[in-house]
């Protein structure tokens, strides 16, 4: 079983729609959650932590359940630049960053 | 405020030869990781550095990847011979302390023809 699990989708939406996915990791013992955003053909870059109480930055809102661990996040009033694809990133001990494979988002004009 | 530099950008090299990667990480930093990025694998660490000294290299895939990093400000990936399955983007991030926050660089897209 693969360390972090996520629906590849590709998830098509209009503007103004929410869309929301999830990611699974399989270490219980993971402490540091994470969601990175990717462009095509561009490097990973941090897009929010994700807390235990669950956390909002600004149309974006994302949620640990460690009791059925996974995370989740969710994009209110998506924007065309809004398209990427969103990695989620456990990281079970200190350093060493678990990538899932990644959620294609595609919101459409 | 320069982010992390990689090069070269885009690699293109025929099978056998020896390609050698550079990262320069972002000033101050003291953790430094090389990933590789393939459409099958997705993200994988291949080896992480804490002030200079590799810690996990464990990601390596074979003995043909070698990694230095001479001082704290240069990091580079050498593969050699290399072969068309290393075809990948090759990143560089790095960190303030081993479980900040990873800054990556822009990548290096290699083809081994």
């Known amino acids: 079983r693969k360390e972090v699990e996520q629906d590849p989708g590709p998830f098509n939406v209009p503007e103004g729609a929410t869309v929301a996915f999830n990611c699974t990791y399989s270490?219980?013992?993971?402490?540091?959650f994470f969601w990175y955003r990717q462009d095509c053909r561009k490097e990973p870059k941090l897009l929010m932590s994700v807390y235990s109480s669950g956390n909002e930055d600004g149309r974006f809102t994302a949620q640990l359940n460690r009791a059925s661990q996974y995370i989740s996040l969710l994009i209110r009033d998506s924007k065309l630049s809004d398209s990427a694809t969103y990695l989620c990133?456990?990281?079970?001990?200190?350093?060493?960053?678990?990538f899932g494979a990644g959620t294609t988002v595609t919101v459409r004009a | 405020d320069a982010g992390v530099i990689q090069s070269p950008r885009h690699e293109v090299t025929e099978m056998g030869q020896e390609v050698t990667l550079r990262c320069k990480p972002i000033?101050?930093?003291?953790?430094l990781f090389w990933y590789r990025q393939t459409m099958m694998r997705g993200l994988e660490l291949l080896i992480y550095?804490?002030?200079?000294?590799?810690?996990?290299d464990s990601g390596m895939p074979e003995d043909r990847f070698s990694a230095k990093m001479p001082n704290a400000s240069f990091s580079t990936l050498k593969i050699q011979p290399s072969e068309p399955r290393d075809s990948a983007v090759y990143f560089c991030a790095s960190s303030l302390g081993q479980g900040g926050r990873q800054f990556f660089g822009p990548g290096t897209r290699l083809t081994v023809l």
């Open positions: 270490n219980s013992a993971s402490q540091s």
């Open positions: 550095f804490n002030n200079n000294v590799p810690i996990d």
């Open positions: 000033s101050g930093h003291n953790s």
């Open positions: 990133v456990v990281i079970p001990n200190d350093y060493k960053l678990s």
